[in-house]
């Protein structure tokens, strides 16, 4: 029975990602990639991974989703007259490469799930010594404490991204604004989401200490909020990054650098939390990096300006 | 067949679509959606080969995948702006030279 929900699962992912290929249209295509983003987070939940099924849902499929479209937008308002789509190359090798890449993935994944399990490896560890932190989540005690190196360079990359895509876009006069949300109904939506988007990340980002949750997955919450707002005319995008933008965006990285560093000072090793509210503090300074980046990135901007309707 | 074994064979067969996605596809757009697909294979390839820890999954390939999902995201974002600034400057969103040309 469960093998023939995971059947399901793995022929959906492969007629998706097929159809996103290979799909007719651009925007198909896109649409095609958002369910295999959403058809991932089945995957993930039935591995027994929630927290890639929210992280998947969130940010897979939802910011990644969110961000083709816009940029999908964009070249069809620079050449709306064009055609969409270049043709396909043609390729003898494609297929016998592809078939190749396929095999040395199969023999990989084959081969590691033969192997005995080392009594001793990594993941072992990090359920031994999780109660030392104060944390039940074991995903959130390997990023937070026992691996937090990578997840401060992770934010890292992610301001790297931000900051190289605005470089890109730098010497661009501003995408046309979208249409203003005048219709009635957009208001009262808006009062009704937006704070429940809050609700929901401030209760994922607590959440992460000892259940599936996290800073990743409640600032993409967070970010789907803001995206909302952009949509319907609420926040514009505005050249110039004032303070108020700057110091957010940059919160999650000083926050978790200045506590790692200081601690330092006291001889502990580097990047060594003093406990649990270092945990929480962090966590909710990268969310609204998180949040804020992923923002600015679906805009296309380097700041924000409120619209009052 | 076990679960384990049944989502190894989805990531092999994911891997080989993104790389023939990767290597036909002429709009830049279908590239990004062909090298997430081989991400996302290589995601479940680690989290389904590294089997469970005591009846439950291991951590620590999780904890890594959803790194690498972050990572992927911020590279697509990055990568669909030089998509629209390639588009702005020279008309095309493809590598090719010439339309519907070889390499």
Request: aromatic share 4%; charged share 10%.
């Amino acid at each position: 029975m469960n093998l023939a929900v995971d059947s399901l699962i793995g022929l959906g992912l492969v007629a998706l990602a097929w159809q996103a290929i290979s799909g007719r249209s651009l925007f198909r295509g896109i649409v095609m990639f958002v369910v295999f983003g959403l058809t991932m987070a089945l995957a993930w939940a039935r591995m027994g991974a929630p927290d890639l099924a929210l992280a998947e849902a969130a940010i897979g499929a939802g910011v990644t989703g969110a961000l083709m479209l816009v940029a999908l937008r964009r070249l069809v308002q620079l050449h709306p007259d064009q055609p969409a789509e270049p043709k396909r190359a043609r390729s003898r090798l494609a297929l016998p490469i592809a078939l190749l890449a396929a095999s040395l993935v199969a023999v990989i994944g084959l081969g590691a799930v033969s192997v005995d399990r080392e009594p001793g490896r990594a993941g072992v560890a990090v359920m031994d010594n999780l109660a030392e932190t104060g944390l039940s989540n074991p995903i959130t005690g390997v990023l937070l404490v026992f691996r937090n190196l990578d997840t401060l360079l992770e934010v890292a990359v992610l301001l790297a991204a931000f900051l190289a895509a605005l470089a890109v876009f730098r010497d661009q006069e501003q995408a046309p604004a979208p249409p203003r949300g005048d219709l009635p109904l957009v208001g009262a939506l808006l009062a009704i989401i937006v704070p429940l988007t809050i609700l929901v990340s401030v209760h994922l980002l607590l959440a992460g200490s000892h259940e599936p949750g996290g800073a990743f997955q409640a600032g993409a919450v967070l970010a789907a909020g803001g995206v909302l707002l952009i949509l319907a005319g609420r926040l514009q995008p505005a050249s110039g990054m004032p303070l108020a933008t700057a110091l957010p965006l940059v919160l999650g990285l000083l926050v978790f650098s200045v506590i790692g560093l200081a601690m330092m000072l006291t001889g502990a090793p580097l990047l060594a939390l003093p406990g649990l509210w270092a945990v929480y503090l962090i966590e909710a300074a990268m969310m609204i990096s998180i949040a804020l980046t992923l923002v600015l990135l679906f805009a296309g901007a380097s700041g924000l300006r409120r619209e009052r309707p | 067949m076990s679960s384990a074994v049944l989502f190894v064979i989805v990531a092999a067969l994911l891997f080989g679509i993104g790389v023939y996605g990767l290597i036909i596809a002429g709009h830049l757009l279908r590239k990004l959606f062909a090298i997430n697909i081989m991400g996302n294979a290589i995601f479940i390839l680690m989290v389904a080969a590294s089997g469970p820890l005591d009846g439950k999954p291991d951590a620590l390939p999780q904890a890594l995948v959803l790194t690498g999902i972050v990572i992927a995201v911020s590279a697509t974002a990055f990568a669909l702006a030089l998509m629209v600034r390639l588009y702005q400057l020279t008309g095309q969103a493809s590598l090719h030279n010439n339309e519907g040309g070889d390499d």
